[in-house]
């Protein structure tokens, strides 16, 4: 049974920054493909980045240059590194394993099966 677990949320200026983790349990984390995506209240899910098992990593244009995913694979562990928040930025940050990591997901994305509860980012103006 996968599990996944985000963390580092919280509440941060415009202009400021936070690192999100996510913990994966239940499969080969170093075997499969990660993402971040998010959700505000009274709108669509949208693709933040997603990062293959390989590495290779793909970003919405609305946080490139400002957002980088990374892995940790012997802590089964995914980082999401925010700079320069903006307001916008503002919503549920979700983590899902074993996604199809392409830019298309990475903008809006799709098959998000395996998905922790998330974990709130709010950006103050």
Not at 55 to 64: E, I, L, N, R
Not at 87 to 93: G, I, L, N, Q
Not at 107 to 112: C, E, G, L, M, N
Request: charged fraction near 20%.
């Amino acid at each position: 049974q996968v599990q996944v677990v985000e963390s580092g949320g919280g509440l941060v200026q415009a202009g400021g920054s936070l690192r999100l983790s996510c913990t994966a349990s239940g499969l080969r984390f170093g075997d499969v493909n990660m993402g971040w995506f998010r959700q505000a209240p009274g709108k669509e899910r949208d693709g933040v980045s997603c990062i293959t098992w390989r590495a290779a990593t793909y970003y919405a244009d609305s946080v490139k240059g400002r957002f980088t995913i990374s892995r940790d694979n012997a802590k089964n562990t995914l980082y999401l590194e925010m700079n320069s928040l903006k307001p916008e930025d503002t919503a549920m940050y979700y983590c899902a394993a074993g996604i199809p990591c392409t830019k298309a997901w990475a903008t809006k994305p799709d098959h998000v099966n395996n998905r922790g509860q998330g974990t709130q980012v709010t950006v103050s103006s």
